[in-house]
């Protein structure tokens, strides 16, 4: 039987699409219309952003181990959050937890390594970008990562915020990513990783000129191995 999957959401147009994503591919793997036991919970976005704009880590842990109580509850084995950003408080949440979790910079790591990529550009919020989620995983992997300048992170930044998590996609937002990762390309830089969960909607891999590297797929694509191992 398949392990019951917890979604720990913060920003709902990631959380959706992480879910989407399990449902959709399990049944590949599982037969027709087949997914496992999948059970989601989050408290408002702005409860994790204020705690976020003040630094507060043990806040943002605080919010998903309650998250997460709650899904335990309902009988869901493992946790996976479909926030890059939050993962900044894992380190916390696993010293807490009563329950098993996925990384999903981790998860990204390992298709990072498989595919042999050598320098990746990361994308995501502000607080991701020059965070630790992704710097300290790829430091003991000895993975060479490029990051936006300051003017280019913090307009990356309102769009996720202002735009992307409410599912608005605008063509000169579009277009803004799809040169940056261009000029990227050009500067080095072999795939992009979509540190943000919901970068993929803006960015499809079809359109990017480096391979993409989405955080949310690759997420949800390791709880389905996970629930069927």
Same mark, same amino acid.
């Given at each position: 039987?398949?392990?019951?999957?917890?979604?720990?959401?913060?920003?709902?147009?990631?959380?959706?699409?992480?879910?989407?994503?399990?449902?959709?591919?399990?049944?590949?793997?599982?037969?027709?219309?087949?997914?496992?036991?999948?059970?989601?919970?989050?408290?408002?976005?702005?409860?994790?952003?204020?705690?976020?704009?003040?630094?507060?880590?043990?806040?943002?842990?605080?919010?998903?181990?309650?998250?997460?109580?709650?899904?335990?509850?309902?009988?869901?084995?493992?946790?996976?959050?479909?926030?890059?950003?939050?993962?900044?408080?894992?380190?916390?949440?696993?010293?807490?937890?009563?329950?098993?979790?996925?990384?999903?910079?981790?998860?990204?790591?390992?298709?990072?390594?498989?595919?042999?990529?050598?320098?990746?550009? =990361? %994308?995501?919020?502000?607080?991701?970008?020059?965070?630790?989620?992704?710097?300290? /995983?790829? !430091? $003991?992997?000895? +993975? *060479?990562?490029?990051?936006?300048?300051?003017?280019?992170?913090?307009?990356?930044?309102?769009?996720?915020?202002?735009?992307?998590?409410?599912?608005?996609?605008?063509?000169?937002?579009?277009?803004?990513?799809?040169?940056?990762?261009?000029?990227?390309?050009?500067?080095?830089?072999?795939?992009?990783?979509?540190?943000?969960?919901?970068?993929?909607?803006? =960015? %499809?891999?079809?359109?990017?000129?480096?391979?993409?590297?989405?955080?949310?797929? /690759?997420? !949800? $694509?390791?709880? +389905? *191995?996970?629930?069927?191992?």
């Amino acid at each position: 039987m398949a392990k019951h999957i917890g979604i720990v959401a913060c920003s709902a147009e990631g959380a959706a699409l992480c879910y989407q994503t399990i449902c959709k591919e399990s049944a590949e793997i599982m037969g027709r219309h087949n997914h496992p036991e999948i059970t989601m919970h989050t408290h408002p976005l702005s409860k994790y952003m204020d705690c976020i704009y003040k630094g507060d880590w043990n806040g943002v842990a605080s919010l998903m181990l309650s998250s997460a109580a709650k899904l335990k509850n309902t009988g869901a084995s493992f946790m996976i959050s479909p926030d890059n950003t939050i993962h900044q408080a894992m380190p916390e949440v696993l010293k807490q937890s009563s329950v098993p979790w996925l990384h999903i910079a981790e998860e990204v790591t390992r298709v990072i390594l498989n595919n042999g990529f050598k320098k990746v550009l =990361v %994308l995501g919020t502000k607080y991701l970008m020059t965070g630790p989620v992704y710097a300290d /995983i790829f !430091a $003991r992997e000895e +993975i *060479r990562y490029l990051i936006p300048d300051e003017v280019s992170r913090d307009q990356i930044d309102r769009i996720i915020m202002n735009e992307l998590v409410y599912g608005i996609i605008k063509v000169e937002s579009k277009k803004f990513f799809l040169e940056l990762i261009s000029d990227f390309r050009s500067a080095g830089a072999d795939a992009v990783v979509l540190g943000c969960t919901e970068i993929p909607l803006i =960015v %499809l891999s079809a359109e990017s000129s480096l391979p993409v590297l989405d955080s949310t797929r /690759i997420l !949800a $694509r390791a709880a +389905i *191995r996970e629930s069927i191992s």
